[in-house]
């Protein structure tokens, strides 16, 4: 059996087969489109659902795929009538017009019910959902369903409009972990009958036919993307973890983290795993940042010029983007002018930082695993285990984690086995000056009123 795996994420759109071993056969890619209409930025669902839908064609002809599975990045919703949307589905890095926020920030629920901080843009979904709300109340009117991201792609591609518990408690406001139920606002809106019944992420909703398949394939319910992740590796039964799940946004997930260490405004927050579970959670938007600090580098970054930058102290001050555990803080960089591929040394350095410092907030002393594109060439991983040479540090053997889990839901809920590969163990780096390094970075942090909350963290 092979499953096909859309992982639609903010920046990057992509296609990978799996067979049962847990290998990639092959795979696609797409930058989804946000273009302006009505005053908003909203997805070119179009192009994208096209871009899908011929994917998923030549995944079925080249290599007979009998599933199709989504994984899909957090903060996003889409409103459906009978067959279509209701309205264009909501870029989420836009603030709603002063007067409006005054308004229903108001009306969201507190921490201590929802777990999900006040985030800025749309960073929580459901202020997005009170933003339409009172700008286009017909568009809610015309909906019959609500649906999380990755649902929406599962239903469009073919199955049924269902809901699901890992993407709804998304840091969205909709969700009460503790309840196991949707949050007061939910009610409060009159959400509650447009939230379709629940299934597990991975289950078969329905079936289309697809490329020039003699019969049709079966669609899985999809699942947020860093949850997939986490799934991934907490099958493999390798005992406590810490997955640092890393693309546009980096996330990390510590389930044994105390639910009452979360400080709502360090952008921690309650994820929940796909049977419901609370999994703590503390993220920034690390690759958005690299890709500012760096000015958009793409190759590899070479050891001797990550070595020159941290001899000559030139390093990057949060934040480059909003949210996380930095808000309200304008990044730049200190020290003399890198050159371009410094410039990537700087960025890598940074990332590395900032999650050896959420890493200390989130409490983690266990096992972590890194995983995604920020790991290319797995020089994230030797930083952050020479940072922190009292844990034991893993990496993806792949680094698409998010899919990989993905793929695992789907075999797992029509009863196939599905064989990913282990992570692979991390030899830290032997850059000389990184503690001093990660000291200074510190008490510049420090300096700004940052990072004191962690000086006693894990190290």
């Known amino acids: 059996m092979k499953v096909a795996v859309l992982d639609f994420g903010k920046t990057n759109s992509k296609l990978f087969v799996f067979d049962q071993g847990g290998r990639i056969l092959d795979e696609r890619r797409t930058q989804p489109k946000w273009v302006r209409q009505d005053g908003f930025s909203v997805l070119d669902e179009a192009a994208l659902h096209d871009w899908a839908l011929g994917a998923v064609g030549e995944a079925v ?12 990045h957090g903060c996003t919703f889409a409103l459906i009538g009978e067959a279509a949307l209701t309205h264009p589905i909501l870029d989420y890095e836009q603030e709603p017009p002063a007067e409006i926020a005054a308004r229903i920030d108001r009306r969201i629920p507190d921490f201590s019910e929802t777990f999900s901080p006040r985030l800025p843009l749309g960073f929580n979904y459901g202020r997005h959902m009170l933003w339409l709300q009172e700008v286009d109340p017909d568009a809610f009117a015309a909906s019959k ?28 406001h909709l969700w009460a972990p503790r309840q196991r139920d949707f949050s007061s606002l939910v009610d409060a809106q009159g959400w509650r009958d447009r939230m379709p019944a629940f299934e597990r992420a991975g289950t078969v909703t329905g079936e289309r036919r697809l490329g020039g398949a003699a019969k ?23 005992g406590p973890v810490t997955v640092v799940s890393t693309g546009t946004w980096v996330i990390v997930l510590n389930p044994n983290c105390p639910l009452d260490a979360l400080d709502r405004d360090r952008d921690m927050l309650v994820n929940v795993d796909v049977d419901g579970g609370p999994v703590p959670t503390i993220r920034f938007m690390g690759g958005r940042e690299f890709a500012t600090i760096s000015g958009g580098w793409q190759g590899e970054i070479a050891g001797p010029v990550v070595q020159r930058v941290i001899d000559a102290g030139i390093m990057a001050l949060p934040s480059f983007a909003p949210g996380g555990p930095m808000p ?5 960089l200190v020290g003399r002018t890198p050159d371009a591929e410094e410039r990537a040394a700087v960025a890598v350095l940074y990332v590395a930082l900032m999650v050896d410092l959420s890493l200390d907030l989130i409490h983690s002393n266990n096992t972590v695993i890194v995983d995604g594109g920020l790991n290319t060439g797995g020089l994230l991983a030797g930083l952050l285990a020479q940072l922190r040479p009292g844990q034991v540090f893993l990496q993806g053997a792949t680094l698409e984690g998010s899919a990989t889990g993905a793929a695992a839901l789907a075999f797992e809920s029509v009863g196939r086995d599905f ?3 282990v992570p692979e163990p991390v030899s830290a780096s032997r850059f000389t000056g990184l503690a001093g390094y990660r000291s200074d970075w510190r008490a510049f942090a420090m300096d700004r009123g940052i990072a004191g909350a962690a000086a006693g963290g894990a190290r």
Do not use: K, T
């Not at 309200?328 to 730049?332: E, K, L, S």
């Open 61 to 72: 002809d080249s290599h007979g795929v009998e599933g199709l599975m989504v994984s899909g």
């Open 216 to 238: 049709p394939i079966a669609i899985h319910n999809g699942v947020h993307d860093s949850n997939a992740a986490l799934h991934a590796y907490r099958r493999q039964e390798l």
């Open 419 to 421: 064989a990913a590969e």
């Open 145 to 172: 369903s609500i649906l999380g991201y990755p649902q929406y792609w599962s239903w469009r591609l073919g199955g049924r409009a269902v809901s699901e518990v890992s993407y709804l408690g998304c840091h969205s």
């Open 328 to 332: 309200g803080h304008f990044g730049r």
